[in-house]
Structures are given as C-alpha cells and as structure tokens.
C-alpha cells in the first residue's frame, strides 16, 4: 500500500510538471510553425511514457482519476497534432480499463455502448468528471473526423456535457483536494474545450444542413453570440448567409456577410460570397467592388488562414474538417480572382478596367518573384487563351499595337506545333457533344490551332483598325486556311452548320471553330469591299452567314456590296432582316476573341434606312 502511494505520488508530480511545462509554453508564441509541432509532440511523447507506466499495472480505483487525467491530456496532445485514431485507441482502451475496475464487461469494443457503460459506472462518484473529460476528447475525435452520425446517436450524452460544461473542470479539483492533495493538472480546462467543441459542431453541422432553413440558421445565430474566436463567430455569420441565399433571400445574406467581415475581416470567403450574390443580383458595380477588395486582400500573406485566437492546445481548425465546410470556406486564388476580373469589366462595357487587369494577370504570370503563381496557374486557363482575351480587351480598347504583340507571342509558340490536318471522329446526331470522343491527340491539335487561329482573326481586327486592308486581307486568310484543316471523316457535317448556344455549352471547341471561321470570312469580306474587290467581297459574307448565321456585321455588309452591285432589292431585303439585330454583346458563353467585337467599320442602321428612303436616278 506504502509503495502504491509512493507510486501515485511520483506519477501525479510527474503529470503536473509535464502540464505545467505544456501549459506556459503553449502561451508563449513559438517561432514557426515547425518549432510548435515539435514542442506538441515532444508532450505528447511524455505524456504517452507516463501513461503506459499507470496502465503497466492492473487498473485501481486509488489511481483512477490520475491514470484518466493523464489519458486526458495525452490524448489531448494526440489530438492537437490531428493524431484521432491514436487518439481513439487510448479513449477506448481508458473506458475498457475503467469498466475493469467496477466489474463490468459490455462485450463490445463500440465506442457509444463502452461510454455509456462507464458513464453508468461511476453515477455519483468522483470519477464521473474524469470520464465527461474524456468524453470531451471523444466528441472533439468524432468532429475532427466528420463522423456526425456517431454524434448523434450519442446526442443524449453530447446534451449532459454541455449542460454541466460548468462543472466539468476545476470543481472536480475541489470535490478531491481532501483526498489528494496533489491534484493531477489538466493540459486544457474541459469547459474551454466543450465551448470550443459546441461552436465548432453548430458550424459543421450547419454547413452540412445547409437547406434545411430556418432550424439550421436559429442555431447559427444563436452560436454568433457565444464567445469564442472570430474567426469562429465569422463563420456562424457566413453559414447564416449561405443558408438565407438558399431561402432565396439574398439581401438578408449580403447582411450576414456583412457581419462576418465585421468579425474577422480576414474572412475573404464572405467576400467571395458576397460577389455571387451581387452576380445574381445582377449588381455589376457591387460585384467588380467586392471582387477588387478580395483580390488585394489575396494579395496579403496568410489572408486566407482564420485568424484563431493564438496561445491555444487544440486549434479550431482541427475541427471543421467537413468536406461541405471545406466548399464554403474555399475560394479562388488571388489570380483567379484578377481574371474573373477582367473577364467581368470587358463583358460588361468596362473595356479599359479590363485591359488592366489582364495586364496585371500577364505581368504577375511572367513574375518570378510571384507567390503561390505556380499552384494558382492550374486555375487558369492556359496561357495561349489568356493572352486572346487580353488581345481581344485590346481590340476593343483601340490599341492594336499591344494586341498584335500578344497575338505574336501566341503564333510564335503555337504554329510549329500545328498538325497538317486535324481528323475528328463522326459526331452522329449529337455532333457536338461528340467532341468527348475526340483522341487526345485530336483534341491538343484542335486546341492549338483554334489558339493561332484566333491569333491570326485578331491581327487582322487590328490591321482593320489601321485602315491596313491588305495586310487585314492577309490575316484573316490565314486564319481560314488553318480552320479549313479541321475535317470529319465518314459524315457529311459541314463547318458552315452553325452552332447554337446550346451546343456551346456540350462542345466549347467546336464552337469556337464555327465562330472563328464566320468571323474570318466576315472581316475578310468587309477588307474586301474597302479596297472594291466587290465580286469576293459577296462570296466571303456569304459563307460567313453560313457558318455564323447570327452575325450581324456580316449580314449589314452583305447588304452594303449587294447595293454597290446595284442589286438594291436583294440589298433592302438583307437590311431589313437586320434592323432589330445590333450587334450582340460579349457573353460568357464564348471565348471573348471568338465574338464579335465591334472592330470592323460598323454600318449604321438610320443611315442604311436613310439610303433606302432616298429616291433612285429618274
């Protein structure tokens, strides 16, 4: 008996210095993240040594709430380096070792029947305290490892300790000072560990019930209220946002985005957020404001790391581990951010914001000295396909010195690769959706000839611009003979079938070549009629009619050739199909450079019916 006490003794100070140590230095900040990861498994370490030492002997009742208050805090230690199944292990084999001391056998090693035995065990002693401590460490495992249905079948249990999360800690401490006068020392005081726990779990399980209305979004506003860190109280106010924008109510959701940057500005997902409501909105000047504070948020270190209280054992972020949590809390990269961007301004008429911004996008993409491009560039579209969008923002800025530049650097890269000829396989009646069956091969070739294809069509908006017809002439036919090399085997589909919004959604590639090839031959037709080949002029228009038959520069033109052919009938009879069709705005259903652009001369629509109106030679 003298030895058991003297072992008692030696292993209670043993814990208590191995706490106490853990305890100051867990409120110091360590000097990286790497230092901090070898203090905490240098004490769980320890605290596992000093563990399987008390359970080398037979379980007793005298050393009970030291051998439970070491598992406590190894297990604790387990679980801040996000070792839960060692964790686990240790729970269970405590509960087993436990049911030894009271004579009971479940029969079972399940962890919901094994806590409800020990539970019943110690009803009305001591040790009860110890075991809802460990049950602390049982749900904080089951949260961080999304196990919620193991939750709630122990909602019962999970109930008990929050309401007695008062109790859970130092009072037990004082029921047992008479008995021991050196208490064992907990690495974490159990009721910070059920707050924590509680808050955590309203989250995860809110992001899981999302749909689920207005049961889902009391509870996570209820939570908003409970101290815990900001971080934490941002995401209950963003989880009440997603859930009000599932209920269709989207202005009561900007609101609780609102309070989520209030509590932790850091919280770049309510940012995130915020702009898809505006897009549905169809608030473009919020939308273009929100995504410009994310990006130059983005752009400062660790913005997208929560901003959790320092100086604590178990991190929040252990638990909020869910993959639908996961969804929420993510948004893109900085660069992504700056190409939505872009792609936003030049869609909506804001041409020179987003020549800027594709600047920008270009400059930090060429940058070596860029953080985290290299992991952001799998985001993006590839480089080619940038570099057309940004040469299309140019088009339609009027500067087509700096677009002819970019449109080099894509044929320089591109045209040595070019196949002779690009063979698709027979698209059938869903000829579109039958790109999925292309060869990768077939596929990478039509990619890259669409990329100088789309190239050569904008040099040649360019030289439109310039007034350069011949050199226009030049450019545009080199964009056709690189799409005339696209051919079918065994079908008679032709490239002049046009392709509808519907189909651009099955196959964006092949639409593009439809649009590509019908806005070649319009800009050529047009260049053609400028320096008066009339005769070619129709034929180009003509065709790209076919291919693009909702083009309306090509169709206005067509008209404008037919009255210099003196073919006035056929000419006001083209014009009138014209009059209520002006020239379709960017969309995001296409490539930007494989739309019209307004870049060729633009024939008014009051001045054709004006000509009409005028009267012929008597």
Known sequence: MIQSTSLLESWTQENNQLASSCKQQDGQDAPNREHNLFRQRRWSSDFHKLLRKIQGIPPHLDRAQLELSVAYNTCVCFTAQSQFDEAELLLTQSAQRLLQIAGDDPGTSDPSVLWRAALKSVTGTALRRYVLNLLCVQWGVWLAKSRLNAMQDFQEEMSLLEAQSGAVGNDCMAETKEKIPNIPILVLDPRRLVDLLKICTTIVQGAERLTEGWSVLSALQAASASPAPRALIAYTHLLSGSCLAH????????????????????????????A????????????????????????????????????????????????????????????????????????????SEGVECYLDLLAALQSEDQHGVHAAVSTLPKLPRLYL???????????????????????????????????????????????????????NGLVRLLWTAAAYLLQ????????????????????????????????????????????AEQGVDLCVLQRLKGLSLAGRGISFAQIDRLKESLRDLHLSQQAHPEGVSARRWYGEVLWRLDRKQEAAACWEQTWSHPIPSVSEALPVYAQELQSLPVLDSAKLQQKLQEPGPT
Not at 251 to 257: D, I, K, N, R, V
Not at 336 to 342: C, E, M, N, P, T
Not at 487 to 499: A, E, I, M, R
């Open 247 to 274: 209920m269709n109510r989207p202005q009561m959701a900007l609101q609780c985005y609102r309070k989520a940057l209030e509590a932790d500005p850091r919280c770049v997902c309510a940012l995130y957020q915020s």
């Open 276 to 351: 898809l409501i505006y897009r549905r909105l169809e608030n473009l000047q919020a939308e273009v404001q929100a995504l410009r504070i994310l990006h130059s948020i983005l752009l400062l270190p660790s913005s997208t790391e929560p901003a959790m209280a320092a100086g604590r054992l178990l991190s929040p972020s252990l638990f909020l581990c869910s993959q639908s949590l996961s969804s929420l809390l993510s948004v893109p990269s900085a660069l992504s951010v700056l190409h939505s961007l872009a792609l936003k301004c030049v869609i909506h008429g804001r041409v």
């Open 389 to 443: 969008e940004a040469g299309a923002a140019l088009v339609m800025a009027q500067r087509p010195a700096d677009c002819m530049a970019l449109c080099d650097e894509v044929i320089g890269s591109t045209l040595d690769l070019l196949p002779e000829k690009v063979l698709l396989e027979d698209p059938g009646d869903g000829r579109v959706a039958g790109s999925r069956e292309m060869t990768e091969e077939a596929e």
């Open 460 to 503: 040649g908006h360019c030289y439109s611009q310039l007034k350069d017809w011949k050199q226009a002439v030049t450019h545009y036919t080199r964009c056709i003979n690189l799409l005339v090399k696209v051919h079918y085997k065994d079908t008679g589909f032709s490239l002049q079938t046009p392709c509808t919004d519907k189909d």
